[in-house]
């Protein structure tokens, strides 16, 4: 029953964002909102909006493990899971949309966040903390996205993407609607499930959130991603990761907080967030100096993304005394 709850979970979960991105868009062109503005806000937030509800949900069931695990697991899995399959079918030679400031911007944020972690637990004080640097970040981002005509033509073409037919609005509203529903129960099923596996197993929440819930809530910027690739636009994975990456640290991680103070795990704090960090400083290079990344860059992400999983399915304390 319980890998039906999580099977069930992460499908209703998938569906709910995607009708909630969906219905908000087509909601926002009836209101007559301009589409950078619901590029910057309703799509952002909503493609990330599984790791948000997960979270939340984990959080106010009293699984913070699985909360925090999920949150950090997800920032791995975008850098070595998304962009490596995304540069393994397809080279990302040109990405003018990159900036070295958004490289500077998510090194910072992710400093600011693995500083809090090793203090031992994420209080109320570090959830505000993070949510003041996300906002300062948001409306850092919309006014460089108003004043560059590139970013703003990338963001205009994005919501086109999600538009489609136009929808009357009882119909974009039941969306919205469904969407949340959607979003809310798959949640509900996937935590449930997920902790029962946990308790099956043996193994901690933390891990649980650290692999399984963090390659179920990346589905989406994987699809996408891929997906851009294809149509030969595999530089969009790049800004996928980025923008997911700081919305969940700051985001996410500002919203948990908020709600109840969340213990750090000494797995996490002693080994998962230092690979959270160096997964980051990955994308350095590539931000700040426009480093092309082939074939060989995007498969031998996948290797260390495949390690990780190894390293949690066996045991991080186990795999390091041996190594020791």
Sequence with gaps: MMYIQVAAGFIILVAGAEFLVR???NLADRLGIPPIVVG???????TSA?????????????????????????????????????CALKPIVDHPGSTAMDGYVLFGGSVIFA???LVGELSLLAGLVLLVAFFGFLGATYWRDTHDPEAAAELVEEVEDLRGDPKPLPMSFGFVVGGLVGLIYGADLLVQGGTEIAREFGVSEEVIGLTLFA??????????SLVAAFRGHPAVAIGNVVGSNLFNILGVG??????ATIPVASQIANFDIWVMLTSTLVLMPILVFGWR??????????????????????????????IG
């Design 215 to 224: 390659l179920g809530t990346s589905l989406p910027e994987l699809a996408a």
């Design 23 to 25: 219905g908000a868009v």
């Design 40 to 46: 910057m806000t309703v799509v952002a937030i909503g």
């Design 115 to 117: 500083g809090l972690c």
């Design 50 to 86: 599984p790791e948000l509800v997960v979270s939340l949900k984990a959080t106010i069931a009293g699984a913070s493990g699985l909360a925090l695990g999920n949150l950090v697991g997800s920032n791995i899995a975008n850098v070595l899971l998304i962009l490596g399959a995304t």
């Design 293 to 322: 990344v082939w074939r060989s860059v995007g498969f031998a992400l996948l290797v260390a993304y495949a390690g990780y999983v190894w390293i949690q399915a066996t045991g991080v304390e186990k795999v390091l005394a041996s």
């Design 254 to 259: 500002g919203v948990i907080a908020s709600v």
